[in-house]
């Protein structure tokens, strides 16, 4: 197959990309709206993906200015909901298949994801196999290198995580950065699930692979979206397409 773009690095999202959490958040957020009658759709479902914790949650109640419930509120009564499910998750197909491989192969990689630091332990502690593979190379939403209001779909969490893995990537948009700046971030490549990390991806400059919800690809079809490439799945992704080390023939599709 022809090489699309030479990767030197490669980010990685986490929920709903590497993990099964989306449909946690989906059920803990009806349960708590359906005490008011209302139901989070996943038209209102895709806004919410990827962002920051409390942008999240004003996003999602802007929808509902009817209900007596604070975003505070929200907040608290769906960390009690949610903590209790996050030691359940389990990577999604191809996640520890591609992410062991990478490593194997010395590949830099990172998280570079919107959750908290809190709920990032929460959701990874059971998964050791997994995380453990990132050596560290973990970014946060909650990170005090990103501003506040700057998570995705600004590129800073992908900017700050390839800065962990010593790349030269600079700040802001890629129309901000200098020419060495722009070649750094070519050589990086994105896995996201939500249509906030695609554009925060592709306003970084790098290559973005989204790997979609069907019931966001309904909404958003893929011919409409600016990116790199669509898969159905991490199993789908074939590294020598992107200059990196093939899969063992063994292991091969």
Known sequence: MATKSRVEYVL?????????????????TNTILARYGKKMTWDIKAGCMGKPE??????????????????????????ELQDASWPTVSPLPGAEKLVRHLHAHG?????????QHRNFVLKTSHLSSLFDLFGGNVVCGDDERILPGRGKPNPDVFLVAAKTLGRNVGEGD?????????????????FEDAISGVVAGMCAGMKVVWI?????????PPSEVVTSATLKTLEDFVPEEWGLPPYPSSNSA
């Open 107 to 115: 590949i830099p990689i990172a998280v570079a994801t919107g959750s």
């Open 212 to 220: 979609p919800d069907p019931e966001l690809t309904a909404l958003y």
């Open 174 to 190: 890629v129309d901000q950065a200098s020419t060495e700046e722009k070649i750094e971030r070519r050589k990086g490549l994105v």
């Open 12 to 28: 990685f999202d986490m929920d709903g990309l590497l993990i099964n959490t989306e449909h946690i958040y989906t059920v803990v």
């Open 54 to 79: 409390r942008q999240a949650s004003e996003y999602l109640l802007s929808f509902f200015p009817d209900i007596d419930l604070t975003v505070d509120q929200y907040i608290v009564e769906r960390r």
